[in-house]
């Protein structure tokens, strides 16, 4: 090799390890933003002026929209390149942060955060893609292993991050930073990207599927809009109606991808993927988990914050032991457990997460509002191992019994509905926590009726961990090993997310 080639070598070498770190400071902004609101969302309700479902709809409405839009930009990565939308993505999304930033009033707070999630639903999957066509199959290894720390990272660092800046209420925004900080961040990706990241497409990309995204975006919101909004409105016939419309909508949509399935052969959901057994009950799994999160995680904030008073950074101190659980739990479930146990593992972390809520439960009712952070510890360490027993593993488990060249379609899918029972979950906090709260409450009367509410609706999340080990029978005893190797689909290239 002479001078000019090597010095190309190091070069280019330095060039994609500059666009790992690109793409992974990416995925972590994202990974970040979802966990950093969740702890500010009673300071945003206090001082923004926000409704109840208002603070449903700003956690629930990025989900919503990450979810509707996820396997579409995926797609549109493998059609137009997957640097040049996720230049898109970025720049949006930081566009959206300073629009989160600057909200002159919920409304707008809501709608912000809606593009946000439509903007994530750009950059993200096209992040895992990027690292398939830039690194070789035997270095991939060491680059999801990064990813995984960087994985973990997130999960731990978000909620303490969210709570920092809120309590130090920088230059007096209050709760505002903690969506500028993705500014210089995203300015920074928007213009190293653009030099450093090799542009990719797939060499057969799948066609969109528009019909199919504006019938799953309705058939949710006339699904979760009644719900949050159904207990302040003193739950209207138009809201029933509503819900009962959106189950023809979600028919619509079976006979529509029927048909588009059959004429050009790209639909946004592939209808026979769900003749295997184990996907169709691992769909059902990722869907009820996702639920169960979007219930746990809303009402745990509110529960710390508002119900026993605490400041921000209590609250996010607080969940520290469960972060480090779930990592910790989600490396050695991959590593070690699941290829000896199985499936076993999976329903072991369902069970030991369901006990986990349960001692919660307990500990709430026996301590009420003189509760210590360090007494809540122990079920958040067992709901935390529970968790990450679960995470890391599912998606292979559910996709092990899936024909190779409909993997991913089935990996889009997968993401596309965890994000779906997430949004789902915060919208029925409405019913499961609010409903369980008078409408007129004095200051004294707060803090008791957010503890009952907190353990009502954890009485929810346990009989949903409960559903899950059911549902996981469906799934193979031993997930197969994929070959590795293989181009990705940008539609299934999305980073884990251990905390939503």
Not at 24 to 38: E, G, K, P, S
Not at 136 to 147: N, Q, S, Y
Not at 177 to 205: C, D, H, M, Q, Y
């Amino acid at each position: 090799m002479t001078s000019t080639e090597t010095s190309a070598a190091v070069q280019g070498d330095r060039r994609r390890w500059f666009a790992l770190a690109i793409v992974m400071t990416a995925a972590f902004m994202d990974l970040v933003d979802v966990t950093i609101v969740n702890i500010a969302i009673p300071s945003i309700q206090e001082e923004a002026g926000a409704t109840f479902s208002q603070i449903q709809w700003i956690t629930a409405g990025y989900a919503l929209a990450f979810a509707a839009g996820l396997i579409t930009g995926g797609r549109l990565g493998d059609i137009h390149g997957r640097k040049r939308l996720f230049l898109v993505g970025i720049g949006g999304f930081t566009l959206a942060s300073a629009l989160c930033g600057f909200a002159a009033n919920p409304e707008m707070l809501v709608a912000a955060r809606i593009l946000q999630g439509a903007m994530a639903a750009m950059m993200v999957p096209q992040v895992l893609s990027i690292v398939h066509a830039t690194f070789p199959a035997h270095e991939r290894g060491k680059v999801f292993g990064l990813f995984g720390a960087i994985v973990g990272l997130g999960a731990v660092s978000g909620p303490l991050l969210g709570a920092l800046l809120t309590e130090w209420d920088l230059f007096g925004l209050g709760w505002r930073p903690i969506f500028l900080i993705n500014l210089p961040v995203g300015i920074a990706g928007l213009i190293l990207g653009s030099r450093f990241i090799t542009e990719s497409k797939a060499p057969r990309a799948l066609k969109l599927d528009l019909v199919g995204v504006a019938l799953v975006t309705l058939g949710l919101l006339m699904l979760l809009y009644p719900l949050t909004r159904g207990r302040e409105l003193g739950w209207p016939l138009w809201g029933y109606a509503s819900m009962a419309g959106a189950l023809v909508v979600f028919g619509a949509l079976v006979g529509y991808e029927r048909r588009k399935g059959a004429r050009d052969g790209s639909p946004l959901v592939e209808l026979s993927l769900f003749r295997v057994k184990s996907f169709a009950a691992g769909i059902a799994v990722q869907t009820v988990f996702g639920v169960a999160l979007g219930v746990f995680f809303l009402v745990w904030t509110l529960y710390m914050q508002v119900g026993l008073g605490w400041s921000p950074l209590r609250a996010g101190l607080t969940g520290v032991p469960f972060s480090i659980a779930v990592s910790t739990a989600a490396g050695l479930s991959v590593q070690k457990l699941v290829p000896r146990f199985g499936r076993g593992v999976l329903q072991a972390g369902a069970l030991i997460m369901a006990a986990g809520v349960l001692l919660y439960i307990w500990e709430a009712h026996r301590y009420g509002l003189s509760i210590a952070s360090w007494q809540m510890a122990l079920p958040l360490v067992v709901m935390g191992v529970g968790m990450g027993l679960i995470v890391a593993p599912l998606t292979d488990a559910v996709l092990s019994e899936v024909p190779r060249e409909h993997s991913g379609s089935a990996s889009g899918l997968i993401n596309t509905v965890q994000q779906m029972g997430n949004a789902l979950g915060l919208g029925l906090v409405s019913v499961v926590f609010f409903g369980e709260i008078g409408d007129r409450l004095t200051a004294e009367q707060v803090g008791p009726a957010f503890v009952h509410a907190f353990q009502h609706a954890l009485v929810w999340v346990a009989a949903l961990m409960a559903g899950i080990f059911l549902l996981m029978f469906a799934l193979p005893r031993r997930p197969a090993q994929h070959v590795e190797g293989a181009e990705v689909p940008a539609a299934e290239a999305k980073e884990p997310e251990l905390v939503p």
